[in-house]
Every structure is written in C-alpha cells, then in structure tokens.
C-alpha cells in the first residue's frame, strides 16, 4: 500500500496566481500630452486672406477658443491649446500651427 498512510511524503503546495508588478515608470514619448510639450505648442493662427468664414473650426474647437468676427475665423490666444483640430477641419488650409521654436541647449556639446 503506498502512497498512503502516515508514511506518505507531504504534497507540494500549489501556487497561487504571480502577484502583479506595478508598471515601470517610463519616459515620455515624443507626441504625449506632458506639461513639458505643452508649454511648447503654439496656438493656431488664422490666415484671413483665405478664411471664408464657413465656420468648420469654430464648431470643432474643443476649447471654444476659435469665434466668427466680421465674417471671418478668430483665435482667443488665451484659450488655444494648440491641439490642431481647426487645422484639420478648415477647407481652405487658413488655419496654422508654426512649429515651436527649438531652444539651444543649457550646456552645448563642446
């Protein structure tokens, strides 16, 4: 009779399912929303020599920061995040976001 009794040797303890690790703490991405890169966008400008005033930007602002005024689009800079949803829906291209200024570095390469 073995495998039975006292003599049988004592099962192994199953384990449980493996404790979860909390995820790594990684740098940002170019492209992600970080207080850094915002600080850096630039708000939209409007070219109002071919805006039509139809008005696609202004009903895609998710801030509201971009209004009609004497027939053609305006951007309340101090609501403008700089997303580029007005860029994408203006069909005359008069809406822009220059490129922000790439700043020297604090310690140049020698």
Do not use: H, Y
């Amino acid at each position: 009779m073995s495998g039975s009794g006292a003599n049988a040797a004592p099962r192994p303890a199953i384990p449980g399912p493996p404790t979860p690790r909390p995820p790594a703490a990684r740098p940002p991405r170019p492209g992600n929303v970080t207080e850094a890169n915002t600080r850096q966008r630039q708000k939209a400008v409007i070219d109002r020599t071919v805006c039509t005033g139809c008005g696609a930007c202004v009903a895609c602002c998710p801030t509201g920061a971009l209004s009609l005024q004497a027939g053609k689009a305006s951007v309340d800079r101090s609501l403008c995040v700089g997303c580029g949803a007005c860029l994408r829906a203006c069909p005359t291209g008069a809406v822009s976001l220059p490129r922000a200024r790439r700043m020297p570095p604090c310690f140049p390469e020698s």
